[in-house]
């Protein structure tokens, strides 16, 4: 029989007593959630980073959900992330060649999420972005963000919602850009660098 010492608490494997949750391991996350472009796409662009706590440990246990426009600045009308089949009901998941614009990724045992989509086109006054939403453990309410790509300076300064962040914390909107076409974007919960998050009204 193993031993394990309580009067330590980093050695005490959480419970769902001792979390606020939610837990997601049921249903929610769903095979090629992340595979939001379609097969081939010249426009296919791949973002990834990892959720950070207030501690900056990487939670393995998170949920992002990704929608954006297509290239043109067009918000995608097309049904099919998440399939099924009308007479048996099974699962069928993406075609492959409609760009729904929507994804859903649970972060790895390491904290880390990736996606493919379509570098996502200007709409109105903002700048190109893809709008994320975070579930995680400990927040009663998921958490709203958005990831700007880089490379149009002048899009960005005009941005009105960027306009409207203090300088200081507007690289937490930005993604940083690794390679052509691979773009890296950690969500910081709380602490230093922490993401900004909008709220709806």
């Not at 992330?81 to 099974?90: E, F, K």
């Not at 993406?94 to 760009?99: A, H, S, Y």
């Not at 709409?123 to 009663?140: K, T």
């Amino acid at each position: 029989m193993t031993k394990i010492d309580t009067g330590r608490p980093e050695s005490v494997l959480p419970t769902p007593s001792h979390t606020v949750g939610p837990f997601y391991g049921y249903a929610l996350p769903f095979r090629g959630g992340e595979d939001i472009a379609p097969l081939g796409h010249p426009d296919t662009v791949t973002v990834h980073g990892y959720v950070l706590d207030g501690a900056g440990r990487p939670l393995p246990d998170a949920l992002i959900e990704l929608w954006g426009p297509d290239p043109d600045g067009n918000l995608p009308t097309a049904d099919g992330s998440m399939r099924r089949d009308p007479a048996a009901g099974t699962y069928l998941g993406r075609n492959g060649v409609e760009f729904t614009g929507w994804g859903r990724i649970q972060t790895d045992a390491d904290g880390h999420w990736y996606a493919h989509t379509l570098r996502p086109g200007a709409r109105g006054r903002s700048a190109p972005y893809v709008s994320v939403c975070v579930f995680a453990r400990g927040l009663l309410t998921h958490l709203f963000t958005r990831i700007y790509l880089p490379g149009d300076d002048a899009a960005l300064a005009a941005d009105p919602l960027l306009a409207r962040v203090p300088a200081e914390r507007r690289d937490t909107l930005i993604a940083a850009e690794e390679r052509p076409g691979t773009y890296r974007f950690d969500i910081r919960l709380q602490g230093e660098g922490e993401t900004v998050f909008l709220e709806y009204q």
